[in-house]
């Protein structure tokens, strides 16, 4: 595996590339888009947009650390649970190694955009990342909303996240594979739960408090 710092410089690198992959692409769809408009109708259009992307960003990370800390905490317990000792500094390289699930995540809503031949435009984006969720794959009518609603938390990532747990802990805790997912599966994957039923209740909560009575 690679060292923590070239890892963490990576995953910054290629995050940012992404990012900047994923504005321009808005930028340019919107000029093209707006070309024969106004300047203040096309500035107002791409201002939207730009506060939208910020905005997605923003909350990017803040879901990003959020999970990082379940996945800290989860893992610290799982690994006491199991009597694997790990020093704090290996953990940190398992969480950070995941997050290239994250880079990959962008990356791939680019490429399937493109394919698609999509308008690139924030909306397109949420739209493709739907559709890499468990809740894509749900049929509606047969669904109540909530449970839809906390399978969308479930996507692509979560998966990818999860192979790559289970490669880092083979790699570093020196166990085999078969042993290595069942572990990752067992804290991870409670840890997917776990906020799974917070997104479960949340949502009940939300939708009783705005029922009419």
């Known amino acids: 595996m690679l060292k923590k710092n070239s890892t963490l410089l990576l995953i910054i690198v290629l995050f940012i ?11 340019a769809y919107l000029d093209e888009m707006f ?14 947009e730009i506060k939208q992307f910020k905005l997605n960003l923003i909350e990017t990370f803040i879901l990003l650390f959020l999970k990082s800390l379940g996945m800290f905490i989860c893992l610290n317990i799982g690994f006491l649970y199991f009597d694997i000792k790990l020093k704090m500094k290996e953990i940190m390289k398992l969480i950070l190694f995941s997050c290239f699930a994250l880079v990959f995540h962008q990356f791939l809503i680019v490429i399937l955009i493109k394919l698609s031949n999509w308008t ?10 739907e559709k890499l969720t468990l809740s894509n794959y749900i049929n509606i009518e047969k669904t109540t909303p909530w449970i839809k609603s906390s399978l969308a938390s479930i996507n692509l990532e979560q998966f990818l996240t999860l192979i790559l747990l289970g490669i880092g802990i083979h790699k570093i805790a020196k166990i085999n594979y078969k042993r290595a997912f069942s572990i990752t599966a067992r804290t ?3 840890g997917v739960l776990l906020w799974f039923s917070f997104a479960v209740v949340m949502e009940m909560n939300f939708s009783y408090q705005i029922m009419p009575r």
């Open 17 to 27: 590339t992404a990012s900047l992959i994923q504005y321009f692409s808005i930028i």
């Open 188 to 190: 991870y994957g409670l």
């Open 120 to 129: 690139f435009t924030n909306g397109s984006m949420d739209s493709i990342s």
């Open 35 to 48: 070309q024969y408009t106004t300047g203040e109708i096309r500035n107002l259009a791409i201002d939207r």
